[in-house]
């Protein structure tokens, strides 16, 4: 298994969560639709990465962790 490969999926995991969320908070010049569709499509293009190291049920629990520890934590702070 590439931790450092692992590492770096999870890092870009966290940008594409972040940049969906700033469609929200800031204004854009693309419609919001396409952007979050773009987010998406880049998520799931990273789970398939992922899925070159890990078993699926291992890519999931990375793909959820992130979101739970880079995205959804900070949120509840504010």
């Given at each position: 298994?590439?931790?450092?490969?692992?590492?770096?999926?999870r890092?870009?995991?966290?940008?594409?969560?972040?940049?969906?969320?700033?469609?929200?908070?800031?204004?854009?010049?693309?419609?919001?639709?396409?952007?979050?569709?773009?987010?998406?499509?880049?998520?799931?293009?990273?789970?398939?990465?992922?899925?070159?190291?890990?078993?699926?049920?291992?890519?999931?629990?990375?793909?959820?962790?992130?979101?739970?520890?880079?995205?959804?934590?900070?949120?509840?702070?504010?």
């Amino acid at each position: 298994m590439a931790l450092s490969d692992i590492a770096r999926i999870r890092e870009q995991i966290t940008l594409e969560y972040q940049a969906a969320q700033r469609v929200f908070r800031e204004p854009a010049i693309v419609s919001r639709h396409d952007f979050i569709e773009q987010r998406q499509v880049q998520l799931g293009k990273y789970f398939a990465e992922l899925r070159k190291y890990l078993s699926p049920e291992q890519a999931l629990e990375v793909f959820i962790g992130v979101e739970k520890e880079k995205v959804c934590e900070p949120q509840k702070k504010d």
